[in-house]
C-alpha cells in the first residue's frame, strides 16, 4: 500500500480536499494528512481525521510522545507529498526552502516526491514571483498539477480553481507508478476523431471518443516516455506530462505528425483518421434545395503509411479496425504500411466498439506472432500495446 502525505493549506478550496482524500482511500492508498493553521480555520481537521482513518497533524510540536514517534515515521514511510489544495504562500516557502510549520519542515525531507495542485485568485497565480518559484520547483523535480479556468471564489472568472479529482488522481497515480521501461524515448501518438468540413457548420467524422489513444498516453508517461499526444477533437482530460497538441481535420493531423516525427523513436497511430474529405469546403451554409445533392470526395493524406515509408528505426504501431476477417485483414494492413506491429480490434462488437471504456484486441507483429488481449479497461489493454512495443526495442 502506497503511502500519501496529503498537505492541506488555507485557500477556499480546502474543503474540497474532504471529498479527494475519500476518492485516494477508495483507491487504497494510506492517507495522512497534515493541515496548515490556516487551512484549520476552513475545515475542522476532525473532518480529515475520520475520512482518512488517521490522525491529523496541525502543528510541529506536540508534547505528546507518541504523536512525535508517528510524524518521523511518517517521513520514512511517505511515498508522495501531495499538497492540495496549495496556496500561493506555500509553494513559494518551499521554493524557497523556508520551515517555518509541520508541512513547510516535512516538505524539505521530501526532495523530489512532490506533487503541488494549486488554488487561489487568478491575479495571484499569474503574479511573476510565484511563476518563478513554479519553474524553480519544476527544475528539481517537482510536479505541478496545473489549476483549471473558471469561476473563482472572489467572484472572477479566470486560472485558479483547483484542477479537477479525476486530474490530481491521475498525476498521482503516474508519480507512484512510475516505472523507466521507456524512458529516454519519445513516444508520438494519434487519437481520437477527424472532422472534415463540409460547410461551416457541418461536417464528415466518426463516433471515436479517444479514450484508447490517450489510455496509451497515460501509460506511454509512466513508463517513463516524453509523450506528445496529437488529438482530434474529443471530450478527455489532458494526461498528466503529455504535450498535447490539438487539430481538427486529417491534414492538420498530418502536418503536426509531420512536424513532430523527428523527435520520435515511437509511432503510434490510434487516431480514426476520415478516409475521405470534401472536395471542396463551401465558404457559406449549403441552403436545402434539391431531394438528392451528390457531395464530391477525395481521400486523405494516409498519415500512417506515409510516415512508415521512411520510418528507419523507428518502430510503428497502427490499429485495424475490422468487422470481419479480423486477423487476415490487419496482417495485410501490417505489410502495406511497413509496420511493427497492428492492433486488431472488432467494431462489429457493442461492447468494444467507439466509445467503449474497454476493449479486446489482437496484437500482430511483423513476423506474424500473434498476442490476443483478453477484454479490459482501456489502460490495461494499452499497458499490453506498449509492453510489446518495449519487446520490439529490446529484440
Ligand atoms: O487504412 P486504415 O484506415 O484501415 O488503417 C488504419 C490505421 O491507419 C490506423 O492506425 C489509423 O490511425 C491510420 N490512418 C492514418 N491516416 C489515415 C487513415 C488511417 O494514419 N488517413
Not at 106 to 131: C, K, V, Y
Amino acid at each position: 500500500m502506497k503511502t500519501i502525505v496529503l498537505g492541506v493549506t488555507g485557500s477556499i478550496a480546502a474543503y474540497k480536499a474532504a471529498g479527494l482524500t475519500n476518492q485516494l482511500i477508495k483507491l487504497g492508498y494510506d492517507v495522512h494528512v497534515v493541515m496548515t493553521t490556516a487551512a484549520t480555520s476552513f475545515v475542522l481537521p476532525l473532518t480529515f481525521q475520520t475520512l482518512s482513518r488517521n490522525p491529523v497533524i496541525t502543528s510541529l510540536f506536540s508534547s505528546d510522545s507518541q504523536f512525535e514517534i508517528e510524524h518521523i515515521s511518517l517521513a520514512e514511510r511517505c511515498d508522495l507529498l501531495l499538497i492540495a489544495p496549495a496556496t500561493a504562500n506555500i509553494i513559494s516557502k518551499i521554493a524557497c526552502g523556508i520551515a517555518d510549520d509541520f508541512l513547510s519542515t516535512f516538505a524539505l525531507t521530501m526532495g523530489s516526491q512532490i506533487l503541488i495542485a494549486p488554488a487561489m485568485n487568478t491575479r495571484m497565480w499569474h503574479n511573476p514571483i510565484l511563476q518563478e518559484n513554479i519553474q524553480r520547483l519544476e527544475q528539481r523535480g517537482v510536479q505541478f498539477v496545473t489549476p483549471e479556468y473558471g469561476c473563482l471564489a472572489c467572484g472572477v472568472k479566470g486560472d485558479g480553481r483547483l484542477a479537477s479529482f479525476e486530474r490530481i488522481i491521475d498525476a498521482v497515480g503516474m508519480t507512484l507508478l512510475k516505472e523507466n521501461v521507456l524512458q529516454g524515448k519519445t513516444v508520438l501518438i494519434t487519437a481520437g476523431p477527424t472532422l472534415e468540413m463540409i460547410d461551416p457548420v457541418r461536417y464528415i467524422s466518426n463516433p471515436s471518443s479517444g479514450k484508447m489513444g490517450y489510455s496509451l498516453a497515460r501509460v506511454a508517461k509512466r513508463m517513463g516516455a516524453r509523450v506528445v499526444l496529437i488529438s482530434g477533437p474529443v471530450c478527455l482530460d489532458i494526461p498528466f506530462g503529455v504535450e498535447m497538441h490539438d487539430v481538427t481535420t486529417a491534414c492538420q493531423m498530418r502536418d503536426k505528425v509531420m512536424k513532430y516525427i523527428e523527435l520520435a523513436d515511437i509511432f503510434i497511430s490510434a487516431a480514426a483518421v476520415s478516409d475521405y474529405m470534401p472536395v471542396e469546403v463551401s465558404k457559406e451554409k449549403l441552403k436545402k434545395g434539391a431531394d438528392e445533392i451528390t457531395l464530391s470526395l477525395q481521400s486523405t493524406p494516409d498519415i500512417l503509411r506515409e510516415v512508415a515509408v521512411n520510418k528507419g528505426n523507428k518502430i510503428m504501431v497502427g490499429f485495424a479496425a475490422e468487422s470481419h476477417n479480423i486477423v487476415e485483414n490487419a496482417v495485410k494492413k501490417l505489410k502495406e504500411k511497413n509496420l511493427d506491429l497492428i492492433v486488431a480490434n472488432d467494431i462489429s462488437r457493442e461492447d468494444i466498439g467507439f466509445g467503449a471504456d474497454q476493449n479486446e484486441v489482437t496484437i500482430i507483429d511483423k513476423r506474424g506472432g500473434q498476442e490476443r488481449v483478453p477484454l479490459l479497461a482501456k489502460e490495461q489493454v494499452a499497458e499490453y500495446i506498449l509492453r510489446q512495443v518495449v519487446g520490439v526495442i529490446q529484440k
